[in-house]
Nanobody
Framework: QVRLVESGGGLVQAGGSLRLSCAASGSIDTVNAMYWYRQAPGKQRNLVAGITSGDTTTYADSVKGRFTISRDNAKNTVYLQMNSLKPEDTAVYYC???????????????WGRGTQVTVSS
């Protein structure tokens, strides 16, 4: 009923930038908080950044000052601007959103399929 589709990943040299997007679609009533997670090979999935419906943001310490999360509520889309990228930022980046489906009383947690970000040294 709800689909999250990420885009914007790719290969970039260290010090470069990428902008990820994640669009939510389907029978959406409201989109609450939206998040970006990442998972490197052999490691657990970790929170990178989050943003509430009121635009309160949170960041992992490792990306503070380099990454910026934002959202367009009219488009049900969240963005992650990634600057000064480092090889250790290499991972699959996943979008996560808390969404209330139309006609349902409570929100549910949804995930995208991920987009690969590779930073070469």
């Amino acid at each position: 009923q709800v689909r999250l589709v990420e885009s914007g990943g790719g290969l970039v040299q260290a010090g470069g930038s990428l902008r990820l997007s994640c669009a939510a679609s389907g029978s959406i009533d409201t989109v609450n908080a939206m998040y970006w997670y990442r998972q490197a090979p052999g490691k657990q999935r970790n929170l990178v950044a989050g943003i509430t419906s009121g635009d309160t943001t949170t960041y992992a310490d490792s990306v503070k000052g380099r990454f910026t999360i934002s959202r367009d509520n009219a488009k049900n889309t969240v963005y992650l601007q990634m600057n000064s990228l480092k090889p250790e930022d290499t991972a699959v980046y996943y979008c996560n959103a808390i969404v209330r489906v139309a006609g349902r009383p409570f929100p549910n947690n949804y995930w995208g399929r991920g987009t690969q970000v590779t930073v070469s040294s």
